[in-house]
């Protein structure tokens, strides 16, 4: 399977895009609030929020004001992978904070191991599944799943294995920091990437028609409406001349002559 890094102006222009749109939304929410749940499940963060509480509770912000404020860093990360800046870019960016602190308002705590336990598996699940979804809007990636695709689009490299070691370096960055590690950090990391290969392949909504710059036609279209003429046509179309001249005919004979 291979996804399509299609830049902004493209991305306005793409096939089934209000579908698209609606499948990020869902994807980007999801994706919030899956990881809120995993904050609550008091098993751990995934590697990602590790990060992102360590930093929280240092700097006194929000869970989901340091995750914009990360997300902007990470995309100094695409200069060198050649990322194209999309749609689902800017909205994961600014909406999957959003949908984290209203998560962290609304989801409690967990009170006992087993209730955060199942916390925990459902806020794998979730994050796993929306994350798939919103990359397959193919809208353009995050910014920190743009690290991935970058690395898949750049060098070929499998999706799964390049999230897991991802996954390894920002954990070992959160715990250094005094981030929330538990049993569930390491389940996340070794299940999020396994997972989202999985679904990704099922939820891609495929690219079918590349949008043409404006004001430019392509080679396919050209040769539609000005065909060809037929075998029959060409001398139809020639333009008119002289008359093909005939053999020259001999001068009368005058009469007597030999």
């Known amino acids: 399977m291979s996804l399509a890094n299609l830049p902004l102006r493209s991305q306005l222009h793409v096939d089934r895009l209000p579908l698209r749109l609606l499948t990020l939304a869902a994807g980007l ?14 098993w751990g963060a995934d590697p990602w929020d590790v990060l992102h509480v360590a930093l929280a509770e240092r700097s006194g912000l929000s869970v989901g004001t340091v995750i914009i404020a990360t997300s902007v860093l990470v995309l100094l990360a695409w200069i060198p992978l050649r990322q194209h800046v ?4 800017l909205a994961n960016a600014l909406w999957i904070g959003v ?9 409690p705590e967990a009170a006992t191991p087993a ?9 794998i699940v979730l994050n796993a599944v929306s994350d798939a979804v919103y990359i397959g809007a193919q809208l353009g990636p995050g910014p920190r799943d743009g690290l991935m695709t970058g690395i898949h689009h750049r060098w070929g ?6 999230r897991l070691a991802l996954e390894a370096v920002v954990l070992a960055a959160g715990w250094l920091l005094g981030g929330p590690v538990g049993l569930g950090t390491v389940l996340y990391a070794a299940s999020i990437g396994p997972i989202v290969h999985l679904v990704l392949p099922r939820v891609t909504i495929a690219v079918r028609v ?6 430019r036609t392509s080679p396919a279209r050209s040769a539609a409406s000005d065909p060809a003429p037929a075998p029959g046509d060409a001398a139809a179309s020639a333009p008119p001349g002289p008359a093909p001249a005939g053999p020259a ?3 009368p004979r ?5």
């Open 254 to 258: 005058p009469p007597g002559a030999p």
């Open 157 to 162: 490299l499998p999706i799964g294995p390049v």
């Open 29 to 42: 929410t999801g994706y919030g609030v899956g990881l809120a749940m995993i904050i609550r499940s008091t």
């Open 99 to 107: 949908a984290a602190d209203a998560g962290l308002r609304l989801i």
């Open 115 to 123: 209730g955060g336990l199942g916390l925990l598996i459902g806020g």
């Open 249 to 251: 005919s001999a001068p």
């Open 86 to 89: 999309g749609l689902g870019t």
């Open 210 to 215: 590349l949008p043409a710059p404006r004001g």
